[in-house]
Antibody, heavy 120, light 108 residues
């Protein structure tokens, strides 16, 4: 069974940093693109970033470019999101999601999410 | 950037109703369109990919259609478990991906 488990969320001050983790199991982690998708309270879904199977390609939504860094460790079947210079508008549930195929087209498995709250 | 616009943003329906949700892209996205269902407090679930292919385990009352810029999700006979929020998502610009704003299906 595919499992994705996020951790690392919490309350962070504006301008602060936090590192999210996503631990994967039940599938060959190194064979899939991985993504972070977020959802602000009461709002819709927003794709944040993704990373290729070998970690050599990374892409970001414009609003986080230069502040967030996605990475992965295939040996640990884990993905990470380093979030710096946090703003109130980054407050959201952050989901880890898997994409099938040689390019990411959709999100076929999701974690339960971890809440990041940016507030003083 | 490709923008995805869903309509309506919410709708009220009864069990057994036929429900249609529309998603429009700001430019042609060919057939790179997916649909998700999200119930409160839960992660989204992939329902349909590539416009009309049902994900494994998704009931056949769900269907998708369209191409280019205009797409539709149809629930042929709404069931109690279908009251949820539905999102479209384009992957024409992969690896850069975008969602529509969502459509909440509420009980009338």
């Amino acid at each position: 069974e595919v499992q994705l488990v996020e951790s690392g969320g919490g309350l962070v001050k504006p301008g602060g940093s936090v590192r999210l983790s996503c631990e994967a199991s039940g599938f060959t982690f190194s064979s899939f693109w991985m993504n972070w998708v977020r959802q602000a309270p009461g709002r819709g879904l927003e794709w944040v970033a993704n990373i290729k199977q070998d970690g050599n390609e990374k892409y970001y939504v414009d609003s986080v470019e230069g502040r967030f860094t996605i990475s992965r460790d295939n040996a640990k079947t884990s993905m990470y999101l380093q979030m710096n210079s946090l703003r109130a508008e980054d407050t959201a549930v952050y989901y880890c999601a898997r994409s099938r195929g040689s390019l990411p087209h959709n999100f076929d498995s999701w974690g339960q999410g971890t809440l990041v709250t940016v507030s003083s | 950037d490709i923008q995805m616009t869903q309509s309506p943003s919410s709708l009220s329906a009864s069990v057994g109703d036929r429900v249609t949700i529309t998603c429009r892209a700001s430019q042609s996205i060919s057939s790179y369109l997916n649909w998700y269902q999200q119930t409160p407090g839960k992660a989204p679930k992939l329902l349909i990919y590539a416009v009309s292919t049902l994900e494994s385990g998704v009931p056949s009352r769900f269907s998708g259609s369209g191409s280019g810029t205009d797409f539709t999700l149809t629930i042929s006979s709404l069931q109690p478990e279908d009251f949820a929020t539905y999102y479209c998502q384009q992957s024409y610009s992969t690896p850069l991906l975008t969602f529509g704003g969502g459509t909440k299906v509420e009980m009338k």
